[in-house]
């Protein structure tokens, strides 16, 4: 793939300077989290050759050797459901895998690569819920703490459920029924400190001066697991919108997008950390005040940790401490992530000695100290391997194609970090 750098120069700058990610700017959410985008610049580069030889860049900072570092299993708190089309993921903080499906249950084995139709009923055809693995209608699923929650979709409600791998047995937690000539569907968002945050759409036919017409109507709640109560969310108000991020029993970090009362069309964004209490809420760090810049990347928060650019620093806010801590200073950081208990940021400029700009990436672990800079598989115009969501031992990501067209694959972090793209392989499909 490498092979693609001097080709198709005009499409390589869009790519770029929507820096790392190579998409566009959508509006964040919880559900599908934003992808990268990136400022536009007064001057473009340009991306020739050089026609003359050019002095190899001396990066003061260590490039990754040949031992990899330290690796962790993903956080047990504020975890993100994962979606590919109508599949469901649910990546284990307790196994080496994840599990995925969307009506039967399946594992995908992170230390052999390997997937099973959890099901062990000899001669099961696995299409209906005589079998072990069967699911339903499954609208969402996650692991949580070890346990194996799902949504799903029923003839007399939406249900929240929890199955067994093991045993293949299904406990429904709670349903919430249909309402009268209408359907209801739930799915989760995420989950933590024992609460999960649900998403509820429903349409109902209602009558409008004698004519039956479709209602659709949409909300989000906290769903608390110990008491089974629920706290609908209701923090939106006018001129701005809102979306949480991550959140503990006292409170919800979100981002804000905020209208502009001078400048119409205009928005400025925050980081906002809401009381679960009373719904009031302090800023965080604000785009007006601070620089602040939030992640354009999935990757944007790790267990009660996010990372936070503003100006040229880059912090670690803490849930629940309510801490900023600086993690390191650098010019012309692009973008930025969290996964694997490290910070990952992506610095684009043009060093001296130069023609063309660079893009290098670094990794620094949650603490701070010195970076380290990854190989990147000789990419310098793009991040060649974009991590989506992560397992105990391996990432889950994007690498473009030679027609810049996005295809996830599987990676070992180990092979990640030393640079061996040689063997990533196809995410499993059902």
Same mark, same amino acid.
Not at 135 to 142: A, F, N, V, Y
């Given at each position: 793939?490498?092979?693609?750098?001097?080709?198709?120069?005009?499409?390589?700058?869009?790519?770029?300077?929507?820096?790392?990610?190579?998409?566009?700017?959508?509006?964040?959410?919880?559900?599908?989290?934003?992808?990268?985008?990136?400022?536009?610049?007064?001057?473009?580069?340009?991306?020739?050759?050089?026609?003359?030889?050019?002095?190899?860049?001396?990066?003061?900072?260590?490039?990754?050797?040949?031992?990899?570092?330290?690796?962790?299993?993903?956080?047990?708190?504020?975890? $993100?459901?994962?979606?590919?089309?109508?599949?469901?993921?649910?990546?284990?903080?307790?196994?080496?895998?994840?599990?995925?499906?969307?009506?039967?249950?399946?594992?995908?084995?992170?230390?052999?690569?390997?997937?099973?139709?959890?099901?062990?009923?000899?001669?099961?055809?696995?299409?209906?819920?005589?079998?072990?693995?069967?699911?339903?209608?499954?609208?969402?699923?996650?692991?949580?703490?070890?346990?194996?929650?799902?949504?799903?979709?029923?003839?007399?409600?939406?249900?929240?459920?929890?199955?067994?791998?093991?045993?293949?047995?299904?406990?429904?937690?709670?349903?919430?029924?249909?309402?009268?000539?209408?359907?209801?569907?739930?799915?989760?968002?995420?989950?933590?400190?024992?609460?999960?945050?649900?998403?509820?759409?429903?349409?109902?036919?209602?009558?409008?001066?004698?004519?039956?017409?479709?209602?659709?109507?949409?909300?989000?709640?906290?769903?608390?697991?110990?008491?089974?109560?629920?706290?609908?969310?209701?923090?939106?108000?006018?001129?701005?919108?809102?979306?949480?991020?991550?959140?503990?029993?006292?409170?919800? $970090?979100?981002?804000?997008?905020?209208?502009?009362?001078?400048?119409?069309?205009?928005?400025?964004?925050?980081?906002?950390?809401?009381?679960?209490?009373?719904?009031?809420?302090?800023?965080?760090?604000?785009?007006?005040?601070?620089?602040?810049?939030?992640?354009?990347?999935?990757?944007?928060?790790?267990?009660?940790?996010?990372?936070?650019?503003?100006?040229?620093?880059?912090?670690?806010?803490?849930?629940?401490?309510?801490?900023?801590?600086?993690?390191?200073?650098?010019?012309?950081?692009?973008?930025?992530?969290?996964?694997?208990?490290?910070?990952?940021?992506?610095?684009?400029?043009?060093?001296?000695?130069?023609?063309?700009?660079?893009?290098?990436?670094?990794?620094?672990?949650?603490?701070?100290?010195?970076?380290?800079?990854?190989?990147?598989?000789?990419?310098? $115009?793009?991040?060649?391997?974009?991590?989506?969501?992560?397992?105990?031992?391996?990432?889950?990501?994007?690498?473009?194609?030679?027609?810049?067209?996005?295809?996830?694959?599987?990676?070992?972090?180990?092979?990640?970090?030393?640079?061996?793209?040689?063997?990533?392989?196809?995410?499993?499909?059902?």
């Amino acid at each position: 793939m490498k092979l693609r750098k001097w080709l198709c120069l005009a499409l390589s700058l869009v790519l770029i300077l929507g820096v790392l990610s190579g998409c566009k700017n959508d509006t964040p959410d919880n559900t599908e989290p934003p992808v990268n985008t990136e400022p536009s610049e007064t001057t473009e580069p340009t991306f020739a050759p050089p026609t003359e030889p050019t002095t190899e860049y001396q990066d003061p900072y260590p490039t990754q050797p040949e031992e990899p570092p330290q690796s962790y299993a993903p956080p047990e708190e504020n975890r $993100l459901v994962q979606r590919e089309n109508e599949m469901q993921m649910a990546p284990s903080s307790v196994r080496d895998g994840y599990y995925y499906g969307s009506q039967v249950l399946m594992f995908y084995d992170g230390a052999t690569g390997e997937t099973q139709v959890l099901c062990q009923k000899p001669g099961c055809t696995h299409e209906d819920s005589s079998c072990e693995a069967w699911l339903g209608e499954t609208t969402s699923m996650i692991e949580y703490h070890g346990v194996l929650y799902f949504t799903r979709t029923e003839d007399t409600g939406a249900q929240l459920c929890t199955k067994d791998p093991e045993t293949g047995e299904i406990q429904v937690i709670t349903q919430w029924d249909h309402p009268q000539k209408g359907k209801l569907e739930c799915s989760i968002e995420e989950a933590s400190h024992n609460l999960l945050l649900v998403r509820f759409s429903q349409t109902q036919l209602v009558d409008k001066n004698g004519l039956a017409q479709e209602e659709s109507l949409s909300w989000k709640a906290l769903y608390d697991l110990d008491t089974h109560a629920e706290k609908k969310i209701s923090w939106e108000e006018e001129g701005t919108s809102l979306w949480i991020l991550m959140f503990n029993r006292d409170s919800a $970090l979100t981002t804000a997008l905020i209208d502009d009362p001078q400048t119409p069309g205009k928005q400025q964004e925050e980081l906002r950390l809401y009381s679960l209490e009373d719904d009031s809420y302090t800023v965080i760090s604000s785009q007006e005040k601070d620089g602040f810049r939030r992640s354009m990347d999935p990757c944007s928060f790790y267990g009660n940790q996010m990372a936070i650019l503003e100006g040229d620093t880059l912090y670690v806010y803490d849930l629940n401490t309510q801490e900023k801590r600086e993690i390191i200073t650098m010019g012309s950081i692009r973008n930025y992530w969290i996964a694997d208990g490290k910070v990952f940021f992506a610095v684009k400029d043009t060093p001296l000695g130069q023609s063309s700009p660079l893009l290098r990436l670094y990794y620094v672990d949650l603490e701070g100290g010195t970076p380290t800079r990854l190989k990147n598989s000789g990419e310098t $115009l793009s991040v060649y391997f974009r991590i989506l969501w992560e397992g105990t031992s391996f990432f889950v990501g994007e690498v473009l194609d030679d027609n810049f067209l996005p295809h996830q694959y599987i990676i070992s972090k180990a092979d990640y970090y030393t640079d061996n793209f040689a063997i990533i392989h196809a995410q499993p499909q059902e």
